[in-house]
């Protein structure tokens, strides 16, 4: 036992020795080493530079040639702390995070196309560029973990090879891939030189992800404080709950210019309950927010309270004027808001509509638009919903809000429409349809997990969109255009897969507003055999006033598993605060 662990623990140091500095022996590599990234924090070098040793030129083993978002920093911190023996204070941990976060991150354009993963979002990943990737990173994790990273050729490979140390399965990923019609390794054996699905997946990286980027030396140049301290208007949307508007006040915080409290108060728009929070957050990199909030929980607080304590993941634009990602809770990070912040202005500005969806021929029909700053006087010609909307009369208005009615010409293009109020504009705000020719239940397919009082339990919200079929004339298709919720019914229905199946009777319950609660973790004595109360259901909406060409209510499905508890989390990057 102690031989496997000294292994385990002396083969990432042989992997870090292959690295750029290491590079630099005729006998390893012809090509000059790339150069690394300068660390400047004192602090970076004392903590670290026992194992990271520093060359002459303030280059740090691995370090320097290693950039990542703050999720990826902190993981790295915890490995050292909990492997390695680093010895760090919380406020040194801190400070170490800020620095390289900040000083060896990411750029705002490189870390937009996977802000779904700090984000906690699921959804299927559509850039995978194939199969060999596939099977050598994605089948462990998504490739938005790998693609957070930028390195260098040699740190990747160097990652490939503390993989192989430390999981096992990992050897067996790196030269089978998936091992499904992709790589065919009896054939490698006729040809030794054609390339594993690491090989492949490690050129894919060093390409896509390198050290070095036009777009980090740009953010590098222009990098500056984040200067956010003041009033946000605030939009957001929750599935099953439907939109909220309001705003955020934001604070200097520490005396530091990268830490700020928040206060926020957002309006339901369906029902005008209002929302009060206060958090903290950290900005690193003078873009990438990262706090948590609080709010005021009910009585007896249901796993959707809105005053749940939350974690909030932004990405602020470089310019600072605007920002957008999302607030979440839950043991499975499963309920959150979608949100946007804006800056105030002295000029009529557009926040939101009370409606997603407006139908041709339709007359006098109420649209409420939420404001900043309008004028005193508002007339219908003000407002421009696009071409076949005509603004009929305003209804009131107040400096905050428009009440205005619109008609809709029967033979109005449908598809999505901006809203303008002067040099204001609302982008697809509202869709103008004729029909609703299918309902979609979101999540398509879902995960639930059971829990109990030791392992708490992982919800799902659903909710059904309406959609007209695009110019195309076929469903589903990428020029369908999406209307919005609809107001459905909703129902467990069985998912069949073996004889005698009788999963809807245990696995748990379905609300009006499409929250599903899972059982209780099992066995269940008044199931067969006492299995446990897993199982797999179609969860099924049914719209209350669509139907379809034959008169029948129209009617969307997602297929759901609900699964046992995820017994044991080895790890939950917290970077927040």
Request: charged residues 25%; negative net charge.
């Amino acid at each position: 036992m102690k031989t496997l662990l000294a292994t385990i623990l002396v083969l990432p140091l042989l992997a870090q020795a292959q690295t750029p500095q290491a590079a630099t022996s005729p006998e390893v590599t012809k090509s000059a080493p790339e150069e690394g990234i300068p660390v400047t924090s004192q602090l970076v070098i004392s903590k670290c530079g026992a194992c990271h040793t520093k060359d002459d030129k303030g280059n740090m083993l691995r370090i320097s040639w290693e950039r990542a978002t703050p999720e990826g920093w902190e993981e790295a911190i915890k490995r050292m702390v909990r492997l390695r023996g680093v010895s760090l204070t919380p406020d040194e941990a801190r400070s170490v995070l800020k620095y390289l976060a900040t000083y060896h991150g990411l750029a705002p354009e490189e870390a937009k196309p996977i802000m779904y993963y700090a984000e906690h979002r699921v959804q299927d990943e559509t850039i995978i560029p194939n199969d060999n990737v596939k099977g050598a990173c994605a089948n462990c994790h998504v490739l938005a973990r790998p693609l957070s990273w930028r390195r260098s050729a040699e740190d990747w490979k160097d990652l490939a090879n503390l993989h192989i140390a430390l999981y096992p399965q990992a050897d067996e990923a790196f030269r089978l891939g998936i091992n499904a019609g992709g790589f065919d390794e009896g054939q490698h054996h006729l040809d030794a030189g054609a390339p594993l699905p690491v090989d492949i997946a490690l050129e894919y990286l060093s390409k896509t992800a390198p050290l070095k980027t036009p777009e980090w030396a740009a953010w590098r140049a222009r990098m500056r404080a984040p200067k956010l301290a003041g009033r946000w208007l605030v939009s957001a949307s929750l599935p099953g709950r439907g939109k909220f508007y309001g705003e955020m006040n934001v604070q200097a915080s520490n005396g530091t210019d990268d830490e700020f409290t928040t206060s926020v108060k957002l309006t339901s728009v369906k029902d005008g309950a209002t929302i009060s929070r206060t958090g903290h957050s950290l900005v690193y990199a003078g873009y990438a927010w990262r706090g948590r909030s609080k709010g005021t929980l009910a009585a007896n607080p249901t796993p959707d309270d809105l005053g749940s304590d939350m974690r909030e993941v932004m990405w602020i634009s470089p310019d600072q004027s605007m920002a957008e990602g999302r607030w979440f809770w839950g043991q499975y990070q499963e309920f959150g808001f979608d949100v946007k912040l804006q800056r105030p202005s002295a000029d009529p500005t557009l926040i939101g509509a009370d409606r997603s969806l407006l139908k041709a021929g339709s007359q006098g029909t109420r649209v409420r638009l939420l404001a900043e700053s309008l004028p005193a006087q508002v007339a219908a010609s003000d407002l421009d919903f696009g071409t076949g909307v005509t603004v009929k009369r305003i209804v009131s208005h107040s400096p905050t809000e428009i009440v205005a009615e619109v008609d809709v010409a029967k033979d109005a293009v449908s598809g999505k429409r901006d809203i303008s109020f002067g040099r204001s504009v609302l982008p697809s705000a509202v869709a103008v349809y004729d029909r609703i020719d299918y309902i979609k239940v979101t999540p398509d397919s879902a995960l639930a997990h059971l829990g109990s009082e030791k392992h708490p339990k992982g919800y799902q919200q659903f909710e059904a969109v309406a959609y007209q079929r695009g110019a195309a004339g076929k469903l589903h298709t990428a020029d369908d255009v999406e209307l919005g919720p609809i107001d459905v019914n909703w129902s467990v229905e069985e998912f069949y897969s073996t004889y005698g199946d009788d999963d809807r009777e245990f696995v748990g319950s379905l609300s009006n507003a499409g929250l599903f609660n899972p059982a209780s973790d099992g066995p269940n004595p008044q199931r067969k055999f006492s299995r446990n109360n897993y199982g797999d259901v179609w969860v099924v909406a049914t719209a209350k006033n669509e139907k379809d060409k034959d008169g029948k209510p129209l009617i969307g499905k997602s297929y759901l598993v609900v699964t046992v508890p995820v017994y044991m989390q080895w790890d939950q990057p917290e970077v927040g605060n």
